[in-house]
């Protein structure tokens, strides 16, 4: 079985500032995916960046960046220029050969004015 | 033209009662997912249908049952409901056979009293 592990509850980031939210995962799996899901309160599950396990090229997209490293099983989520808007539940997610998600505890991001 | 639609959004309903949330995705996809969000926003798998495989995760009680009237929709039906039902529970839908990532419905949240 997979698990996902977010070891940040919380963290906090000024506007315009860059902060980086860490995973972990494991698996006995060799292909499988890696998302980043953004939920903020109004609690829509919103797909902010994924990862191909076997694309070494590491994701981006606009503000948002991954760290994929695959012997290391890390994917961190960096996220540069903050906005206020951006204050949200992160939550990292393993999709292997069920396809289905496993999720970590998530990491509540606040970024402050 | 919602792509993932829930209803409904919010359900209040007393202890033992039978209750049923309806699922349905307008973008073709073959395989939709039930999905638990706990008071601790920790999300878990409940179910992966598609038209030939239902996939169920052991540890969610046999009172919750999938009901698919056709590939478009999975509802889910709750029996004799606990006070532990209480949650936010999300719909989500796939293609497949593809690295698209799942795209989820708004949530319903579902409080006993």
């Known amino acids: 079985a997979q698990t996902v592990t977010q070891s940040q509850p919380e963290m906090s980031v000024q506007e315009a500032e860059t902060v980086t939210l860490s995973c972990t995962y494991d698996t006995s799996e060799n292909n499988y995916y890696l998302f980043w899901y953004k939920q903020p309160p109004s609690r829509q599950m919103i797909l902010v960046i994924r990862q191909e396990a076997y694309k070494q090229q590491n994701a981006t997209e606009n503000r948002f960046s991954v760290n994929f490293q695959k012997a290391a099983k890390s994917f961190s989520l960096k996220i540069s220029d903050s906005q206020l808007g951006d204050t949200a539940m992160y939550f990292c997610a393993f999709a292997g050969s069920a396809r289905q998600l496993t999720f970590g505890s998530g990491t509540q991001l606040t970024v402050l004015p | 033209d919602t792509a993932v639609s829930q209803t409904p959004k919010y359900l209040v309903t007393q202890m033992g009662n039978d209750k049923s949330i309806k699922c349905e995705q307008n973008l073709g996809h073959d395989t939709m997912y039930w999905y638990k969000q706990d008071s601790k926003k920790f999300l878990k798998i409940m179910f992966s249908?598609?038209?030939?495989?239902?996939?169920i995760n052991e540890t969610v009680p046999n009172r919750f049952s999938p009901k698919s009237p056709d590939k478009a929709h999975l509802n889910l039906h709750i029996n004799s409901l606990e006070l532990g039902d209480s949650a936010v529970y999300f719909c989500a839908s796939s293609p497949l056979h593809s690295n698209q990532p799942q795209h989820f419905g708004d949530g319903t949240r579902l409080s006993i009293l």
């Open positions: 249908y598609n038209n030939k495989e239902l996939i």
